[in-house]
């Protein structure tokens, strides 16, 4: 069974294969496969094959300063939904304002189920039928290894938003994390469940649903180029115990 099974990225996922050169990037002219991973740019001849997603939300990203870009999927988000995703490198953070209502998605002790979470919204709102995306304007997520990200958390501008905690999902990233279980998911992996989980909620059912499998995009062709090249159960990151 395909990890992918059920899915709906789009099949221009697979033109990926066909690109064998390099190009400058269109910015800051370094040579790139795909896309620049610092400037947030497609390569040229990508332009019209990406997908673009529209997000319920804003999905504000802190990397970790020593957090390597190029291995990292949060780019992938910055590309594929760019009018929605920003990405921070801490101790730079998003600036909020009053009437922003964030949310912190991290598998925190105190942390609530996103069901649980709406739930106990909806029962403080005076009006219950208002709908929760009109409520939450932000989710915010760290972007670093599970050691880096603990004193992330420490910062009381970051500490200080109601914490949630994602239905558990093996994660398929390749990539491996010493001393985390198969459920710790990558940062993409993780938006897309998010976004999974909040079309699942009542309030979210009664709005329009967007194609968010399409945030895997990258996601899938490189994992897909990944396990060309070696074989699933060689890999450590696919070794990893389910619980720790």
């Known amino acids: 069974m ?124 005076k009006n219950e039928t208002e709908v929760y995306s009109t ?19 420490k910062d009381p501008k970051i500490s200080a938003f109601p914490c949630i905690k994602l239905q558990l999902r093996l994660s398929q990233f390749w990539r491996h994390q010493k001393g985390s279980p198969r459920w710790f998911l990558s940062t993409i992996e993780a938006i897309h469940q998010l976004l999974v989980e909040y079309t699942d909620t009542k309030e979210s059912k009664n709005a329009s649903v967007e194609n968010y499998d399409n945030l895997l995009f990258f996601f899938r062709f490189m994992y897909e180029k990944i396990h060309i090249l070696y074989e699933h159960d060689q890999l450590k990151a696919y070794r990893r115990p389910v619980n720790i």
């Open 2 to 125: 395909n990890a992918f099974d059920g899915l709906s990225i789009s099949e221009n996922w697979r033109t990926l294969f066909d690109i064998n050169e390099r190009q400058p990037c269109r910015k800051c002219f370094k040579s790139r496969k795909y896309f620049c991973y610092t400037c947030y740019t497609l390569n040229e001849d990508l332009e019209n094959k990406v997908p673009k997603v529209e997000l319920p939300f804003k999905i504000d990203i802190i990397k970790h300063n020593r957090e390597i870009a190029g291995k990292s999927t949060a780019i992938h988000a910055r590309l594929l939904a760019p009018n929605d995703v920003t990405i921070y490198t801490y101790p730079d953070t998003p600036k909020y304002t009053k009437n922003d209502k964030v949310i912190l998605i991290y598998p925190g002790k105190s942390a609530f189920s996103l069901k649980d979470f709406l739930g106990s919204k909806e029962k403080q709102e």
């Open 135 to 153: 409520c939450i304007t932000h989710a915010l997520f760290i972007d670093s290894t599970w050691n880096q990200s603990k004193g992330i958390l």
